[in-house]
C-alpha cells in the first residue's frame, strides 16, 4: 500500500512544474532532527551530520578550535586509528568529507548503497561521531600544520583582504575573530574534548540522508547515529552582530593586483527581506555576466576578470559583499565605479526589465539547483540545519515571483546603508 | 530509471562493454560530429561544444590567442548582439561558460531541457559568424591581463608550475602558458584574434556533446536544423612537433613572495595513444593512486603523518593528451626541514616502490575506489559531458571510456614496479623550486595597516 501511495504522489508531483524535492523530516528516538530525500536513481547513498559547532562557539583566545576539532575527528576514533579509518574507507569506495565554517561542523560520508560497502562505511561514520580520540600527538602535529598554513596565507593578498574583512565587519562579534598562529598554539587537547563534549550531541545536530534507500533504512541508520551521541543541548547564540561604522582599512602589499572588498552584515537564514534581497542583488552583481556590476567594471572599463556582488545570510547576519581584483594602479578609479553603481542602484532599484531578467533567470535556473543528488544533499542539509520550512523550495519559486521593485528598495535600504559600508583594500595604490 | 538497474549489472561484469546504444552519435554532412548521453534524472540538460583547438597551436609571439578568442566569443555576432548571448542564456534560466586548455577550447550551457533548442542555436550562430570588433577587443584583452594577473603574476605556485613547463619542454609548444605571456598579450590585436577564428571555428573541427533528459533523435534533428547549414572548411596541417629527448636533469628556481617554499618534480611520462595496446599509462596512473589516492596512501601516511618531513605531498599525472606527457610529484617541507630533504624523502618512496614493488591489497584498495568513482561520477550531468569532451579532445574515442576502465581493473603489482623502474628516471628530470621572499623584501613598503 505505501509503494503505491508513493507511486501516485509522484505522479502528482511530475505534473505540477513548480514543485520542489520531497523531504522527509522526523526527530529521532534520540532527539536529532532527521531530513531525507529519497533518490533511487543511482546506488549510493550521501549521508551528512551537521552540528552548530563552528567557529562562532571558539571561546576568546582560542580561535580556531571548532576547526581543529573538526579536523581531527576523524583522524583515529574507537579502535580505529587514523590509518584504518582512511584504509578502510578507500576500501569500500566511500569517502569522510566535511569541514567547519562560521556557523556548522559538518561531517559527510558518500557510498555506494549495496548493503556490504554502505554498513562498513556507516560503522566508520559512526565511530568518528561517537568516539574520537583526539590523540594528543596527531593534535600536535596538525596544529604545526595548521600554524604554517596560517603564515602562508598572510603572505596572499586575497587572503589578507578576506581576514581585514571580515574583523572590520565584526568588530565585537566571533564572526569577526580569526585563528592565528598564537590561537592555535594556545589550543590542548582538553579543549578539543571539552568543545567536542558540549558541541556534538544529539539535541545539536542535524542529520540529513540522500539517496538508494527507504524511509525504514534512513530511520534506522538515523538512529544509530544519534544514539551514540550524548543528548546534549543545543548551542546557544552569541548577541547578534552590531552594524560596523563606515571605515576603509588599506592594506600594503607588493602584489601587481589589489584586492577590493567592500560589504556590511546583512541578513540572517530564514529572514523574510531575504527573496528581495536575492532578486535585487541579481542585478546588481550576482548575475554573473549580466550583472551591472560586471558591465560597468569589466566589460566597460575592462578593469577587472571578476567582480561581484552577493549576500551570504547566516545564522545570525552574515554578509553582503562587494569583490573585485584589479591592477594596482587602477584600484581608486575601480572602487569609485562600485560605488556609483551601488548608489544608482540603492537610489532607484532595478529597472522593469532588470527585474524581469532577474526573475526569469532565478525561477527558470530552479532545476538546475536539484540535479545532483550532492545538490539535493547541501539543500536538504541548508533547510534542516538553519531551521527553514520544509517546503521551501516548493515556494522558491513562487516567492522570488512576488517580489517587487519596492520590496527590493525597501529591503536594500533596510540592509545596505552606506554609513555602515566596511571598505578594505590590499595592494592599492 | 533504466539507469539503476543497467548499473549493478555493469559493475558485476567488471564494467564490461555496454550493450546499451547511449551514449548515441551522428556525423553532420560538414562534419561535425553529435554524441548525445541520455540521462532522465532531471528535467535539465546541458550542450557543450569543443573545438580541436587550444594554446598547443598557438605560435610564439602569439601565445594566449586561443584563450582570447575565447573572451571574444561573447561579444556578438550580426544577429546577436554585444553581450546579448549572456543575457539569452540568462533569460533562458541557464548558466554558461567557456574554458581553455593546451588541447582545446570548449563552451558549455546548462539549462532547463526546453531551452536546449536556443542554446544550440546561439553556439551554431557564434561557430561561423562572430564580430572580432576592435573596440570590444581593446577592452577585453584588458580583462585577460587582469586575470593573468590574478591566477599567476601574484600566485607563487602558478608562476613556479609556467616557469617549470617552459624548462621542461623547449620544442614542444606545452612550453607556452594557456594563458599566455603579457608582453604577448600587450602586442596582440583584434585581428590576431580574427585570424583565429577564421582558421579554426568551423565545423569540421569541433564537436557538440550533450548530456540530459533529451532524446537523441531530437538532438540529433535540431542539429540538423542549427548546425548543418554552416560550412565546413579544409584545416591548415598541423605538423606534430615531438619535444627532443631530454639528457640530464633540469633546475628552475622562481622567487616570490610567500612563506613556505614548494618543491615540484617534473618527469617526462607516457601518454596513452593506444587504448588496446599501451600498458604504461595505466600503470602509471594506479602508481599515483597507490602513492597518493587516499588520506593513508603512501606518500601522506609517511611524508606528512609518520615523518612529518611535509605540510602536504602529491602526484599529478594525466595520461590522456595530445602533446607530450609528465608526472609531477609536488610538496611543501615543514617548518625547519628544506626542500631538499623533502626531496631526498620523495626519491627515497619512489626508491622503495623500485625495489619492493607495491602490495596486492593496495593495489586492491586503487580499484575498489576506481570502481566506487564510477558511480559517483554519474551524479553530475555535467561531469558526464566533460569526460566525453575531454577523452575525444586529445583523440580517444568515447565509447572506449569503459574499455580503459577495464584495462585500468587489470594492472598488474608488477607493472605498476616496472613503470617505477622506467620513468622516473633523473635524466627525464626537471625540478623546480619556489624560493620564498619576505613581503618587504624590496623594502619598498612596510606591510603595516593604516586606517582611515
Known amino acids: 500500500m505505501k509503494r503505491l501511495l508513493t507511486a501516485a504522489f509522484v505522479l502528482l508531483i511530475s505534473q505540477t512544474a513548480l514543485a520542489g524535492v520531497k523531504i522527509e523530516h522526523w526527530v529521532s528516538p534520540s532527539g536529532a532532527r532527521v531530513y531525507f530525500v529519497e533518490s533511487r536513481v543511482l546506488p549510493m547513498l550521501d549521508v551528512q551530520v551537521d552540528f552548530a559547532a563552528g567557529s562562532v562557539f571558539d571561546p576568546e583566545g582560542k580561535s580556531g578550535l571548532a576547526g581543529m576539532t573538526r579536523s581531527t575527528l576523524d583522524l583515529g576514533a574507537g579502535k580505529l586509528d587514523e590509518t584504518a579509518i582512511a584504509e578502510q574507507m578507500a576500501d569500500t569506495g566511500a569517502n569522510l568529507a566535511g569541514g567547519a565554517d562560521s556557523d556548522r561542523a559538518s561531517v559527510a560520508l558518500r557510498t555506494l548503497s549495496a548493503k556490504d560497502k554502505r554498513e562498513p562505511a556507516l560503522d566508520i561514520l559512526r565511530n568518528v561521531l561517537h568516539a574520537p580520540r583526539f590523540d594528543a600527538a596527531i593534535l600536535e602535529r596538525e596544529k604545526a600544520r595548521t600554524i604554517a598554513g596560517l603564515k602562508e596565507a598572510l603572505t596572499r593578498p586575497d587572503s589578507i583582504a578576506g581576514k581585514a574583512f571580515w574583523s572590520a565587519m565584526y568588530p565585537n562579534h566571533p564572526y569577526g575573530r580569526q585563528a592565528t598562529p598564537e590561537s592555535i598554539t594556545a589550543l590542548g587537547r582538553d579543549d578539543l574534548i571539552a568543545f567536542h563534549a558540549r558541541y556534538y550531541n544529539a539535541a545539536n545536530a542535524s542529520i540529513t540522508l540522500v539517496g538508494d534507500l527507504s524511509r525504514q533504512e534512513a530511520e534506522k541508520i538515523a538512529e544509530s547515529i544519534a544514539a551514540g551521541l550524548p543528548k546534549g543541548e543545543a548551542a546557544t547564540l552569541p548577541a547578534a552582530p552590531e552594524k560596523p561604522k563606515w571605515s576603509l582599512t588599506q592594506l600594503t602589499h607588493p602584489a601587481t593586483q589589489a584586492h577590493v572588498y567592500v560589504g556590511l552584515p546583512a541578513i540572517e537564514r530564514g529572514n523574510p527581506d531575504f527573496f528581495p534581497l536575492l532578486v535585487g542583488n541579481y542585478t546588481l552583481g550576482g548575475g554573473g555576466f549580466v550583472s551591472r556590476l560586471m558591465k560597468e567594471v569589466r566589460d566597460k572599463r575592462g578593469y577587472a576578470y571578476s567582480v561581484y556582488s552577493h549576500f551570504s545570510p547566516m545564522r545570525q547576519a552574515g554578509p553582503f559583499q562587494i569583490g573585485l581584483q584589479t591592477k594596482r594602479s587602477q584600484a581608486k578609479d575601480a572602487i569609485k565605479v562600485v560605488r556609483e553603481v551601488l548608489d544608482g542602484f540603492l537610489k532607484d532599484g532595478p529597472s522593469d526589465d532588470e527585474l524581469s531578467a532577474a526573475k526569469a533567470n532565478l525561477t527558470g535556473s530552479f532545476p538546475l539547483r536539484l540535479d545532483s543528488n550532492k545538490k539535493l544533499l547541501d539543500n536538504a542539509a541548508a533547510i534542516g540545519f538553519y531551521g527553514l520550512p520544509l517546503d521551501y523550495l516548493d515556494q522558491y519559486q513562487a516567492k522570488v515571483e512576488a517580489v517587487t521593485v519596492n520590496d527590493i528598495k525597501q529591503a536594500f535600504s533596510r540592509r545596505v546603508r552606506p554609513e555602515n559600508l566596511i571598505t578594505v583594500t590590499v595592494a592599492a595604490d | ?452
Open chain 2, 1 to 452: 530509471m533504466r539507469l539503476k538497474y543497467l548499473l549493478p549489472v555493469l559493475l558485476a561484469a567488471g564494467l564490461s562493454t555496454a550493450a546499451s546504444a547511449n551514449p548515441y552519435e551522428t556525423t553532420l554532412k560538414n562534419g561535425l560530429r553529435v554524441i548525445v548521453k541520455e540521462d532522465r534524472r532531471a528535467p535539465t540538460a546541458v550542450q557543450m561544444v569543443w573545438y580541436r583547438i587550444g594554446s598547443t597551436d598557438e605560435v610564439d609571439g602569439a601565445s594566449g590567442v586561443a584563450h582570447v578568442l575565447e573572451h571574444m566569443m561573447f561579444k556578438g555576432t550580426p544577429s546577436v548582439g554585444t553581450g546579448e548571448f549572456n543575457k539569452r542564456v540568462a533569460a533562458a534560466g541557464g548558466r554558461d561558460n567557456a574554458f581553455t586548455s593546451r588541447d582545446y577550447t570548449a563552451y558549455f550551457q546548462q539549462v532547463p531541457k526546453e531551452k536546449l533548442p536556443e542554446m544550440m542555436q546561439l553556439e551554431a550562430d557564434r561557430m561561423r559568424h562572430l564580430n572580432v570588433d576592435a573596440k570590444e577587443f581593446a577592452q577585453e584583452i584588458k580583462v585577460v591581463m587582469e586575470e593573468r594577473r590574478m591566477r599567476t603574476d601574484d600566485n607563487p605556485q602558478s608562476k613556479l608550475f609556467e616557469q617549470m613547463n617552459a624548462v621542461a619542454f623547449q620544442a614542444h609548444p606545452y612550453r607556452r602558458p594557456i594563458i599566455g605571456w603579457m608582453n604577448d598579450l600587450e602586442t596582440m590585436t583584434a585581428a590576431d584574434a580574427k585570424a583565429w577564428y577564421d582558421t579554426w571555428y568551423v565545423p569540421n573541427n569541433a564537436y557538440v556533446v550533450v548530456t540530459g533528459d533529451v532524446d537523441h533523435k531530437e538532438v540529433f534533428a535540431l542539429a540538423e536544423k542549427y548546425y548543418a547549414p554552416l560550412e565546413g572548411r579544409a584545416l591548415p596541417l598541423r605538423k606534430q612537433q615531438i619535444e627532443p629527448a631530454q639528457e640530464g636533469t633540469r633546475k628552475v628556481t622562481v622567487k616570490a613572495p610567500a612563506e613556505l617554499p614548494v618543491l615540484i618534480m617534473g618527469y617526462k611520462a607516457p601518454i596513452l595513444r593506444d587504448i588496446e595496446k599501451d600498458s604504461e599509462p595505466y600503470a602509471l596512473e594506479m602508481l599515483a593512486a597507490i602513492l597518493d589516492g587516499h588520506d593513508a596512501a603512501r606518500f601522506n601516511k609517511k611524508l606528512v603523518r609518520e615523518d612529518k618531513v611535509a605540510l602536504s605531498v602529491g602526484i599529478d599525472y594525466d595520461n590522456t593528451a595530445r602533446g607530450p606527457g609528465m608526472l609531477y610529484l609536488h610538496g611543501t617541507p615543514s617548518e625547519g626541514k628544506t626542500a631538499g630533504e623533502l626531496e631526498a624523502a620523495l626519491r627515497a618512496e619512489i626508491a622503495q616502490v623500485q625495489k619492493d614493488g607495491v602490495s596486492a591489497q593496495e593495489l586492491k584498495r586503487a580499484k575498489a575506489q576506481l570502481v566506487a568513482g564510477q558511480v559517483y561520477k554519474l551524479d553530475s550531468m555535467f561531469g558526464q559531458a566533460m569526460e566525453i569532451g575531454q577523452i575525444e579532445a586529445v583523440g580517444l574515442p568515447y565509447k572506449k571510456i569503459d574499455r580503459m576502465l577495464e584495462k585500468l581493473q587489470k594492472v598488474t603489482a608488477a607493472e605498476v614496479q616496472a613503470v617505477a623502474k622506467k620513468y622516473f628516471n633523473d635524466d627525464a628530470l626537471t625540478i623546480g623550486l619556489l624560493d620564498p621572499q619576505p613581503l618587504d623584501g624590496k623594502a619598498r613598503r612596510p606591510a603595516v595597516a593604516t586606517r582611515h
